[in-house]
Every structure is written in C-alpha cells, then in structure tokens.
C-alpha cells in the first residue's frame, strides 16, 4: 500500500506512543476495510479481499491468524531443535482454516534434515506447545470494553 508521507508519520507517531507488547489497529485509508496494525517496532497491513468488497491491500484477519500460527510452529521448532543440536535444513508450515459445521484448522509441518523418527515425533510435539497454538485452544479470555466518547 502506498501511503502519504503524512500518513506514515502519524502512524509513527502512534507507534511511539505503544509500550512494547501493545498493539494499535486502526483505518489505513484504504476504505471501506482496510486497516493498518501497529506494534512499537512493526506495520502491518489486513483487508479483505474483493469478494467481500475489500481491496485486498493486506491479508484478512482468519489469514494474519493462520500466518501467526505457522510463524509460531516454525520458531518454536527451530528453538526447540538448536537447543538440542538437530539439524533443519528447512522448514514449512502449511495451514488451512476449515470455516464449515466443524471448524478447524489443518496445520502440515514440513521437515527437510537429517532427523530420525523419535526426533520428528518429539518435533510434532512441541509444535503443539507454541504460545499462538496454546492461545488459540488454550480457552483465553477476551476482556472487551469501550473507550470514552471523544
């Protein structure tokens, strides 16, 4: 997305003022959808796509979910696989949101290495243990409130 120097300095102006750990999401300027996430350090981008009358200028909130959990497993696999000195040579997470009568995701770990069958095993494992998986079946709850009228 292409954004005007004014912009990019108000939403930097909004990133200094978050704590680390927070996060801001508010209008990118790409109407009617769009949105621009801010953490202190990052921007990001969600929308939807044309189906929905978005303009498909970033991923939609389910995919940015989806993408949190693949990045998360990754990580969290190769943390857990330097820790104890097995070799990834590369590393693939594919993810798939079922939205039907049973919703689910379907979550493929790609493993290429030098890695036995107790190591995989004990991989798929602590895939099952990264805080975006224990976030999403963990029960977390969601404290909502509105802000003050302005």
Same mark, same amino acid.
């Given at each position: 997305?292409?954004?005007?120097? /004014?912009?990019?300095?108000?939403?930097?102006? *909004?990133? =200094?003022?978050? %704590?680390?750990? $927070? +996060?801001? @999401?508010?209008?990118?300027?790409?109407?009617?959808?769009?949105?621009?996430?801010?953490?202190?350090?990052?921007?990001?981008?969600?929308?939807?796509?044309?189906?929905?009358?978005?303009?498909?200028? /970033?991923?939609?909130?389910?995919?940015?979910? *989806?993408? =949190?959990?693949? %990045?998360?497993? $990754? +990580?969290? @696999?190769?943390?857990?696989?330097?820790?104890?000195?097995?070799?990834?040579?590369?590393?693939?997470?594919?993810?798939?949101?079922?939205?039907?009568?049973?919703?689910?995701?379907?979550?493929?770990?790609?493993?290429?290495?030098?890695?036995?069958?107790?190591?995989?095993?004990?991989?798929?494992?602590?895939?099952?243990?990264?805080?975006?998986?224990?976030?999403?079946?963990?029960?977390?709850?969601?404290?909502?409130?509105?802000?003050?009228?302005?």
């Amino acid at each position: 997305m292409e954004a005007d120097l /004014g912009t990019e300095q108000y939403w930097s102006g *909004l990133q =200094a003022s978050l %704590a680390q750990g $927070a +996060i801001l @999401v508010t209008d990118s300027g790409q109407s009617p959808w769009g949105q621009v996430l801010l953490s202190h350090d990052q921007i990001l981008f969600a929308d939807e796509p044309a189906a929905l009358l978005g303009r498909n200028s /970033g991923p939609a909130p389910t995919e940015i979910v *989806l993408m =949190a959990l693949g %990045a998360c497993t $990754a +990580i969290t @696999v190769r943390m857990y696989a330097a820790r104890k000195g097995w070799t990834i040579d590369r590393i693939a997470v594919r993810l798939r949101y079922e939205s039907g009568e049973h919703k689910s995701i379907e979550r493929i770990i790609e493993l290429d290495g030098p890695l036995v069958a107790e190591q995989r095993a004990r991989i798929l494992a602590i895939a099952e243990k990264c805080p975006v998986h224990q976030i999403l079946t963990g029960g977390v709850s969601i404290r909502s409130q509105l802000a003050a009228a302005h």
